[in-house]
T-cell receptor
Framework: GNSVTQMEGPVTLSEEAFLTINCTYT??????LFWYVQYPGEGLQLLLK?????DKGSNKGFEATYRKETTSFHLEKGSVQVSDSAVYFC????????FGSGTKLNVKP | NAGVTQTPKFQVLKTGQSMTLQCAQD?????MYWYRQDPGMGLRLIYY???????DKGEVPNGYNVSRLNKREFSLRLESAAPSQTSVYFC???????????????FGPGTRLLVL
């Protein structure tokens, strides 16, 4: 069936460290792929998206590339900040939305 | 442009009480959704409305009812609240839904519900 699998957290990093949060999906067809971010006490905000294979979504220093051959959409950032501490959700949309379970990121000064 | 708004922000209920969660969007979107978020379980779809006048069950509809009042508003009702319904509830909207839709969903700030 259709599903999204993302790495479990929490992920704890020091400021300026490199971030990778893995995401893979199972879907038929060619879905659109998303990363959402949820800051404490808030709703989900769209971080970036990609709509077709090999597309790279980017925003606020975060990047993710739509890899059809590996059905993956890993989130990366070269240098994280304390303000990036949040929960990150991978999702895809193909007729309906499927969300991963979320990965909590803690960035320490 | 407020996006998606939800009321109330926080609510405490006793078991058996009823309440309605309100959601409104000002983006002229056709589709609206209600999710619940529980620790370690991500987001689960309760109900959705692909367009004005239609509603459909999602993954966890039991114990809930919805009303798509007009294009802007989509409410979620708990007729007889249970402790298992303690959760954070999010409303979302998208330009259109179903039928191959790949558009982005936009979320409200959430309603935190505690059922004692």
């Amino acid at each position: 069936g259709n599903s999204v699998t993302q790495m479990e957290g929490p992920v704890t990093l020091s400021e300026e460290a490199f971030l990778t949060i893995n995401c893979t999906y199972t879907a038929t067809g060619y879905p659109s792929l998303f990363w959402y971010v949820q800051y404490p006490g808030e709703g989900l905000q769209l971080l970036l998206k990609a709509t077709k294979a090999d597309d790279k979504g980017s925003n606020k220093g975060f990047e993710a590339t739509y890899r059809k051959e590996t059905t993956s959409f890993h989130l990366e950032k070269g240098s994280v900040q304390v303000s990036d501490s949040a929960v990150y959700f991978c999702a895809y949309n193909f007729n309906k939305f499927y969300f991963g379970s979320g990965t909590k990121l803690n960035v320490k000064p | 442009n407020a996006g998606v708004t939800q009321t109330p922000k926080f609510q405490v209920l006793k078991t058996g009480q009823s309440m309605t969660l309100q959601c409104a969007q000002d983006m002229n979107h056709n589709s609206m959704y209600w999710y619940r978020q529980d620790p370690g379980m991500g987001l689960r779809l309760i109900y959705y409305s692909a367009s004005e006048g239609t509603t459909d069950k999602g993954e966890v509809p039991n114990g809930y009812n919805v009303s798509r009042l007009n294009k802007r508003e989509f409410s979620l009702r708990l007729e007889s609240a249970a402790p298992s319904q303690t959760s954070v509830y999010f409303c979302a909207s998208s330009e259109r839904g179903g039928g191959g839709g790949r558009e982005t969903q936009y979320f409200g700030p959430g309603t935190r519900l505690l059922v004692l």
